[in-house]
């Protein structure tokens, strides 16, 4: 019983990885995926345990690594989440139970805290990553680890977070460009991510600005035509009216803080309206 359920398995996993680059959606996946959880409850492999063969243990990884790769590539932000609770019992393991080699884990973290970026799960985010710390230079005094400033994929999060809380927003949309993620899966969260920044932007300057010119308002907002400015504005509830962009009236009586909130933003502003200069003068 035990042979068939683990050379099924492998088969399995064999399959998923080979429809997953031509699949057009996870429903060809899935049924690969339910059959493997079969097979894994059938090893007692589900979760582990002291006594579950090393060999299940990394099949069970496997098959939970591919699912939440499946979640990705086919945005699925429950699905991805639940595969990465179901691999922390797996990752937690010590190496003499289950070798780490060859395991997903950095990416798939990384992936996770971009996730919760992604949802404005700040609180989250910062959780996890005080986790990730603190296991790292446990791992790290023990000499069983390496520097977490060395993870490329718990990194990416990390900076990109820390450019957005900065308000350094053209770091952070650089950030995003196909070029700068580590690796293709991270790109699935870029157009969100990018929608973020340009509202954090957007909110910037109603607090900045009586109004931008049509055109300092597409450089700053990163769109790429005057019109996505017009229908960017509709929604913001925004006025176009000679060719500039009027921002809701302020109240006149500020509060100290809300002076403070003003000066700052008009420096982030100002700081994109050079840019965007500068890039126009280079073209």
């Not at 910062?126 to 710390?133: K, V, Y």
Request: charged share 25%.
């Amino acid at each position: 019983m035990a042979y068939q359920a683990e050379k099924e398995l492998q088969e399995i996993l064999g399959r998923i990885h080979k429809t997953a680059g031509s699949a057009t959606n996870s429903a060809q996946i899935q049924p690969l995926l339910a059959r493997a959880k079969i097979n894994l409850l059938q090893l007692n492999a589900l979760i582990p345990a002291r006594d579950t063969p090393e060999k299940h243990l990394k099949l069970a990884r496997d098959v939970f690594e591919a699912g939440a790769f499946v979640c990705i590539k086919f945005p699925d932000a429950e699905g991805f989440t639940r595969y990465f609770q179901q691999l922390q019992p797996f990752y937690d393991l010590p190496e003499e139970m289950l070798s780490h080699e060859g395991a997903n884990k950095s990416r798939i973290t990384g992936l996770y805290l971009l996730l919760l970026l992604s949802q404005g799960d700040t609180s989250g985010f910062h959780t996890m990553l005080e986790r990730l710390i603190n296991a790292a230079y446990a791992a790290e005094k023990n000499g069983t680890g390496k520097p977490l400033e060395d993870d490329e994929f718990i990194q990416y999060p990390r900076k990109l977070e820390e450019a957005l809380s900065e308000g350094t927003y053209d770091r952070a949309w650089n950030m995003t460009m196909v070029e700068k993620v580590p690796g293709p899966e991270f790109a699935v969260f870029s157009d969100i991510l990018r929608d973020t920044i340009r509202s954090e932007i957007a909110s910037c300057a109603e607090v900045a600005y009586k109004n931008l010119s049509v055109r300092g308002a597409k450089n700053v907002l990163k769109l790429d035509s005057e019109g996505a400015v017009v229908k960017f504005a509709e929604n913001r509830g925004w006025i176009i009216k000679d060719e500039h962009v009027y921002f809701p009236t302020k109240e006149a009586d500020l509060q100290a803080s809300e002076r403070d909130n003003t000066s700052a933003s008009r420096t982030i502003i100002e700081n994109m309206l050079s840019y965007a200069r500068q890039l126009e003068n280079i073209v």
